[in-house]
């Protein structure tokens, strides 16, 4: 059987955006099913129109991290089928905030879910 989530536009889209070490690290548990992947660019208002994604990335240089926040009902992003329901990670597309700019839309590799317990993360 064929797992839908590790194949098409997940992976693809992780070959695609990542460098090297990433790559190196993310590519094994995707082929080895470690991890379970959707594709989450599509927002509930917007569709595929990925020039008015609402969905932010805003760097925090005290945690050295990016914080994703989508900020409302219609920046929900929405899965085609179950994808949403069976993933642990997503590839989620946002606008990237660093320092107050916009740098545009980009790809975050995000765990949504437990890989224990399948439970939502916090924050999630």
Not at 10 to 24: A, W
Not at 74 to 103: C, H, Q
Request: glycine share 8%.
């Amino acid at each position: 059987m064929v797992n839908f989530m590790n194949t098409g536009m997940f992976r693809d889209s992780v070959e695609l955006f990542s460098n090297d070490e990433q790559l190196k690290k993310w590519l094994p548990k995707i082929t080895n099913y470690d991890i379970h992947g959707c594709y989450a660019q599509t927002e509930l208002g917007h569709g595929s129109d990925v020039q008015r994604l609402e969905t932010t990335a805003t760097f925090d240089p005290e945690t050295d991290e990016f914080v994703l926040n989508s900020p409302t009902p219609s920046s929900t992003k929405w899965w085609p089928g179950e994808l949403g329901r069976f993933a642990n990670y997503a590839l989620v597309f946002a606008k990237m905030i660093i320092d107050g700019n916009d740098y545009g839309i980009s790809p975050f590799l995000v765990q949504i879910r437990s890989l224990e317990t399948h439970k939502w993360m916090p924050g999630v």
